[in-house]
């Protein structure tokens, strides 16, 4: 996909990077979920790029958006980054998809900014967290173990700094139906950040303001842009949870994508791009 990043500086003196690409001009904003980058999206954009031009972003302090220790990366600081990001490009009518988080963040930047958004894309929102890790410690008693473990106050830290391939691609196995979809190249690139200053304290935040991302759903009723919500028949979310989304949003029905986990992006790549282009 080539090499050509761009970076956009946000208030904290960080940076987001981003990767523009395909050919479409209908423009598209792609989103990952915690602990990935944007290169998550790399499949989905390869199948779409004809059609869209493409806004890939690591997310404030993933990837090789570097990190603030000295910043609170909770729902507001994403939502605000990535909105000055659109206005500095002056995008309209942008579609704005992804998962996890990154499927909140659609809601969250569609509320702010109207007029500036055409319809979003929501796949395997996480809004459902109870306590720290919830969500991802549904995967298997090896991520509840370990997210129990990060949550501790101190020794969370000195516990999270000892994250390595094997620990991340088994706390990631729960996400997916088929662990084969995981390459090993792309779980070295997310071992990368393991090197990065900062690291522990980010992912540590992030998981610890679970809370302001369970609250935007007070928003989502007021969202009237047009809204696919889509689910991994092995997602993280429960029945309740998914009925519970659906339902506060106004929709009749959501999709199910069979035989896909949390991750569709990675497992899924061509229902999820048959999705974008309906």
């Not at 919500?229 to 309740?240: E, F, K």
Request: with cysteine.
């Amino acid at each position: 996909m080539g090499n050509e990043f761009n970076k956009f500086y946000l208030k904290d003196n960080t940076y987001i990077r981003y990767k523009v690409l395909g050919a479409g001009n209908n423009p598209l904003m792609l989103f990952h979920t915690i602990r990935n980058r944007l290169e998550y999206s790399y499949k989905v954009a390869d199948l779409l790029k004809k059609k869209y031009k493409i806004f890939l972003i690591d997310l404030p302090g993933f990837g090789d958006s570097p990190i603030n220790s000295k910043t609170n990366y909770d729902e507001e600081f994403f939502t605000e980054s990535v909105i000055n990001l659109i206005k500095e490009l002056k995008l309209k009518n942008v579609i704005l998809a992804g998962e996890s988080i990154g499927a909140v963040l659609p809601l969250t930047i569609t509320f702010k900014v109207p007029k500036l958004i055409k319809k979003i894309f929501l796949f395997n929102p996480y809004n459902y967290d109870n306590y720290f890790g919830d969500g991802i410690g549904r995967g298997n008693l090896f991520a509840k173990f370990i997210m129990f473990h990060i949550s501790i106050p101190m020794l969370g830290n000195l516990f999270s700094a000892l994250e390595n391939k094997f620990i991340l691609k088994n706390v990631m196995k729960g996400g997916f139906f088929d662990i084969k979809n995981l390459s090993d190249s792309y779980l070295d690139l997310l071992c990368t950040s393991l090197r990065k200053k900062g690291y522990v304290y980010h992912f540590r935040n992030v998981l610890s303001n679970y809370k302001s991302w369970v609250d935007s759903k007070r928003i989502y009723d007021q969202i009237k842009k047009p809204i696919k919500l889509i689910y991994g028949s092995h997602d993280w979310a429960t029945d309740t949870d998914k009925i519970e989304t659906k339902n506060l949003l106004g929709l009749k029905e959501f999709e199910t994508i069979e035989n896909c986990g949390h991750f569709s992006f990675l497992e899924k790549p061509e229902k999820v791009s048959a999705i974008l282009t309906k």
